[in-house]
């Protein structure tokens, strides 16, 4: 069974196509992937498996098909109308949790263009004490996100606005922590794969003809919302290593810019510190 369905997914040009399988398999018959071999299949879930795979060779996006998107210990739910979390997004997490110092006593976090959650909420799990706040304006993603705070993490507030908005979170001015951010960040001619084209909403993905065109409301709001001496982490397009961290040393606002690189080296994403005005 599986490997026929990994065989149509290599056709179809999936990326992974025996491991899709293998996750497709698991999620029909609820078990973990290392119990497949012995699994038991009724008839009624082989029905279903090969129906998912049909749509995964369609390039239906993996977790729209089991709901779910792993991230950070986490299982997020998504689907259409919200961006999927991408493993390179936890570095930033990892960053942000690993600053020193900056977790003693209580904190305030603001994760901007949140999409379902997945920075805000890798953040409020491991740091409890944290005051954590999640911006989104997307009326099609802002569903997921609701769902995955009141099932992870409650106490996260959140904010239904958008980032350019000059008054948003006016109450916090001056007074948050850490603002963390994986914005729309890709060049509008970037060739992207199906999944990403088809599925994942444009506004989330694309940012102009650089992609930089969110880059300078986001790096205002998080100068109004970060007190002198708070932290600026944003996520960007490996071809932006340059760019942004001139965009922002542009604005006199932050000092200790700095660019931080991927597992295979590539640029991912900048951080800065809030200067006093």
Same mark, same amino acid.
């Given at each position: 069974m599986i490997t026929t369905a990994a065989a149509t997914l290599?056709?179809?040009g999936v990326a992974s196509p025996r491991v899709d399988a293998e996750l497709l398999a698991a999620h029909v018959l609820d078990v973990p992937r290392?119990?497949?071999? !012995?699994?038991? /299949? !009724?008839?009624?879930?082989?029905?279903?498996?090969?129906?998912?795979?049909?749509r995964r060779a369609a390039r /239906?996006?993996?977790?729209?098909? !089991?709901? !779910?998107a792993p991230f950070y210990g986490l299982d997020l739910a998504v689907g259409p109308g919200v961006f999927i979390?991408?493993?390179?997004t936890e570095l930033l997490v990892e960053w942000a949790l690993a600053r020193p110092g900056c977790w003693d006593g209580a904190r305030?976090? /603001?994760?901007?263009?949140?999409?379902?959650?997945a920075i805000a909420l890798a953040v409020a799990t491991r740091r409890p004490e944290a005051q954590v706040y999640c911006v989104e304006r997307s009326e099609r993603a802002l569903p997921w996100l609701r769902e995955n705070v009141s099932r992870l993490a409650p106490r996260v507030r /959140?904010?239904?606005a958008d980032v350019t908005d000059g008054s948003v979170l006016s109450d916090l001015s001056g007074t948050v922590d850490l603002v963390l951010c994986n914005p729309p960040y890709v060049p509008e001619a970037t060739r992207v794969d199906v999944e990403v084209a088809e599925h994942d909403p444009h506004e989330a993905v694309f940012a102009g003809d650089d992609g930089l065109a969110l880059m300078p409301a986001i790096a205002r709001t998080a100068a109004r919302l970060l007190r002198p001496g708070g932290r600026l982490g944003i996520e960007h397009d490996d071809t932006q290593g340059g760019s942004l961290p001139s965009l922002l040393r542009a604005t006199s606002?932050?000092?200790?810019?700095?660019?931080?690189?991927?597992?295979?080296g590539r640029p991912r994403f900048t951080t800065a510190r809030r200067v006093a005005d």
């Amino acid at each position: 069974m599986i490997t026929t369905a990994a065989a149509t997914l290599a056709r179809a040009g999936v990326a992974s196509p025996r491991v899709d399988a293998e996750l497709l398999a698991a999620h029909v018959l609820d078990v973990p992937r290392s119990r497949l071999l !012995t699994a038991a /299949v !009724t008839g009624a879930q082989a029905e279903e498996f090969d129906r998912l795979v049909a749509r995964r060779a369609a390039r /239906v996006p993996l977790q729209h098909l !089991t709901g !779910t998107a792993p991230f950070y210990g986490l299982d997020l739910a998504v689907g259409p109308g919200v961006f999927i979390p991408r493993f390179e997004t936890e570095l930033l997490v990892e960053w942000a949790l690993a600053r020193p110092g900056c977790w003693d006593g209580a904190r305030r976090v /603001v994760d901007l263009c949140s999409g379902s959650g997945a920075i805000a909420l890798a953040v409020a799990t491991r740091r409890p004490e944290a005051q954590v706040y999640c911006v989104e304006r997307s009326e099609r993603a802002l569903p997921w996100l609701r769902e995955n705070v009141s099932r992870l993490a409650p106490r996260v507030r /959140v904010v239904e606005a958008d980032v350019t908005d000059g008054s948003v979170l006016s109450d916090l001015s001056g007074t948050v922590d850490l603002v963390l951010c994986n914005p729309p960040y890709v060049p509008e001619a970037t060739r992207v794969d199906v999944e990403v084209a088809e599925h994942d909403p444009h506004e989330a993905v694309f940012a102009g003809d650089d992609g930089l065109a969110l880059m300078p409301a986001i790096a205002r709001t998080a100068a109004r919302l970060l007190r002198p001496g708070g932290r600026l982490g944003i996520e960007h397009d490996d071809t932006q290593g340059g760019s942004l961290p001139s965009l922002l040393r542009a604005t006199s606002l932050f000092d200790e810019v700095e660019d931080h690189r991927d597992l295979a080296g590539r640029p991912r994403f900048t951080t800065a510190r809030r200067v006093a005005d």
